[in-house]
């Protein structure tokens, strides 16, 4: 197998890789042109291709992720990762699909650089502690212990409830029929009392500088996007059901949910333009 072929067989899992650390489509792609650069400098001979590939892409990619937390802190209103057009048949894998939901997303954003890596390498990956451990630059029993200090936070905070692709799809659906109605108790009847609504705007397109809190609010936000839109359509989106919101003819904004059961918890709409080039082509992700 030539290096193009190897890193070709392998794009898709070192782009899931990178997007996990990274939160960002843009930023993974630009990751991904460095490891083919250095792939193809490449002398000494490699006996694992897989691997050696992850390590470059992980190491690159936590430069990427220190070098984005002074853009963050200046970053307008709050932070969503960049959605992704997700090939239906992601959510057939759980484990990847909730890894890409944007609730994990967010809760992988609360790490550390590093514990981030080695959560997304081990507990989505499956990599062996001794190549994480060459990938970040520790020792095999301190990748062991930022694993199990990573495992416990994110455990503490990732949402209870994973909810099944049909169940998700029909509470969209019954989500979208309200909409359409204005039926107002009907929304509220598949929204949470306590539902917690983020837009990510950016400063480029109009959103909520906070977290929007309570059904009521939240139903009127959602109401009135719905009724401004001129097009919405259900798509797979981060391993799940998710809604594409058009505006005469134009992609508007990208909207993703987290659920308890059959009601939605949490929403998360992204209008930042920058951040939905990753919904104009749908992509392969592979663990």
């Keep these: 197998m030539t290096r193009t072929d190897a890193f ?21 792609e630009d990751v991904l042109q460095e490891v083919w650069l250095r792939w193809v400098e490449v002398t ?17 990619s936590l430069n990427k992720l220190r070098g984005n937390a002074r853009r963050r802190e200046d970053y307008v209103g709050p932070w969503l990762p960049e959605p992704l057009l997700t090939a239906p048949d992601v959510a057939d894998d759980v484990e990847l699909a909730d890894s890409v939901s944007t609730a994990m997303l967010l809760v992988l954003e609360t790490l550390p650089p590093v514990e981030r890596a080695v959560f997304v390498l081990r507990e989505v990956f499956d990599v062996p502690y001794a190549e994480i451990a060459a990938a970040v630059d520790k020792s095999e029993p301190a990748v062991r212990q930022v694993a199990h200090r990573a495992r416990s936070h994110v455990e503490a905070r990732r949402p209870r409830d994973r909810v099944t ?23 509220m009847d598949v929204i949470a009392p306590d ?11 109009q959103a909520a500088l906070r ?11 959602l ?10 359509e259900l798509v797979s989106v981060n391993g799940a059901p998710g809604l594409r919101i058009e505006l005469d003819g134009e992609l508007e904004a990208v909207a993703t949910f987290s659920f308890t059961g059959d009601v939605v918890t949490g929403a998360y709409i ?7 080039g990753g919904v104009l082509d749908e992509r392969v992700l592979t663990r």
């Design 8 to 28: 070709v067989a392998h794009r898709n899992l070192l782009f899931t890789v990178s997007y996990e650390m990274l939160g960002s489509a843009a930023d993974a």
């Design 270 to 276: 992204v209008r930042n333009p920058h951040k939905l």
């Design 195 to 205: 539902i917690v609504l983020i837009t990510d705007g950016g400063g480029f397109k």
């Design 165 to 187: 692709p049909d169940l998700h799809h029909a509470a969209l659906e019954r989500f979208l029929a309200a909409a359409a109605t204005g039926d107002f108790q009907q929304l």
């Design 44 to 60: 000494d001979e490699v006996l694992d291709d897989r691997a050696y590939l992850v390590r470059i892409t992980t190491r690159l």
């Design 211 to 221: 977290p929007i809190l309570g059904a009521d609010k939240v139903v009127r936000f």
């Design 223 to 232: 109401t009135g996007i719905y009724q401004l839109s001129t097009g919405v």
